[in-house]
C-alpha cells in the first residue's frame, strides 16, 4: 500500500510570493491534516480536511489556507510569503471511521523563503 | 489551551543503559500517540495507545498511558545507537478529531 505522498520535497521562494503544495493521502483515508515544522515554534496543527470540508483550523493567519478534493487528495496554499513561513510542511492522512485513530505522515515538503 | 508537556528535552545516554521520556498533556483525551523523528526526516508512528493502562512494546521501546494521570512514558532498554533521534509525543484534543497537538520533541544520543 503507498504512503503518504507530498509534493513537491523542496521548494525556495522569494518573500511576498505565494506557494502550493499538495498531499495525497493512503488509499481509502479520507482525513488529511497539515501541520508546520520549526525549530522554534515545533510542530503545530494548520487544518484539517474531511470529505472536502475543513474541520479544524489551527492558529494561523489567513494567509494560510487549504481545500481538499473529491478523491481526498490536499493542497494547501501559503499567500504573502513572510520569512517566519520557512519550515517543513507535513501531511498525515488517517482512515477517521475507527481505531486505531492513527495519523500516517508524509516525507513533508521543506519551504524556504528568502 | 492544550498543553502537551515533555522531558527532557535533551537526553544523552550511554548504549546500554535504560532511560524514560515524560509526557504530560491537559486533554481529557484517552489517545496518545508516539513518533519518532529523524534529522531531516518525516514522523514514524511508534505506539498509538487508545486506553488507560495502556501498555504497547516493540523493541526495546515501551510505551505506557495512565489517562488518570495524564501521563504517558516511553521506556528505553539497554539503549543502542539506533535509537538516536527525536521523540514526539502528541494528544488529540478531542475524542475522534484529527488534530494533534506535539509535545516539544525529547532530542535523544546515545553515545557508544
Known amino acids: 500500500k503507498a504512503g503518504v505522498t507530498q509534493t513537491p520535497r523542496y521548494l525556495i521562494k522569494t518573500r511576498g510570493q505565494q506557494v502550493t503544495l499538495s498531499c495525497s493521502p493512503i488509499s481509502g483515508h479520507r482525513s488529511v491534516s497539515w501541520y508546520q515544522q520549526t525549530p522554534g515554534q515545533g510542530l503545530q496543527f494548520l487544518f484539517e480536511?474531511?470529505?472536502?470540508?475543513?474541520?479544524n483550523k489551527g492558529n494561523f493567519p489567513g494567509r494560510f489556507s487549504g481545500r481538499q478534493f473529491s478523491n481526498s487528495r490536499s493542497e494547501m496554499n501559503v499567500s504573502t510569503l513572510e520569512l517566519g513561513d520557512s519550515a517543513l510542511y507535513l501531511c498525515?492522512?488517517?482512515?477517521?471511521?475507527?481505531?486505531?485513530?492513527?495519523?500516517?505522515f508524509g516525507p513533508g515538503t521543506r519551504l524556504t523563503v528568502t | 489551551e492544550l498543553k502537551v508537556e515533555q522531558n527532557p528535552l535533551f537526553l544523552s545516554m550511554q548504549e546500554g543503559k535504560n532511560y524514560t521520556i515524560y509526557c504530560n498533556y491537559s486533554t481529557t483525551s484517552d489517545r496518545l500517540y508516539w513518533y519518532r523523528q529523524d534529522p531531516g526526516k518525516s514522523l514514524e508512528s511508534l505506539f498509538v495507545?487508545?486506553?488507560?493502562?495502556a501498555v504497547k512494546q516493540e523493541g526495546r521501546l515501551m510505551a505506557s498511558l495512565d489517562t488518570k494521570a495524564r501521563l504517558s512514558t516511553l521506556h528505553i532498554t539497554a539503549a543502542v545507537h539506533d535509537l538516536s533521534a527525536t521523540y514526539f509525543c502528541a494528544s488529540p484534543s478531542n475524542f475522534g478529531n484529527e488534530k494533534l497537538t506535539f509535545g516539544t520533541g525529547t532530542r535523544l544520543t546515545i553515545i557508544p
Open positions: 480536511y474531511f470529505s472536502e470540508t475543513q474541520r
Open positions: 498525515a492522512s488517517s482512515l477517521v471511521a475507527g481505531p486505531p485513530y492513527e495519523q500516517y
Open positions: 495507545l487508545l486506553s488507560n493502562g
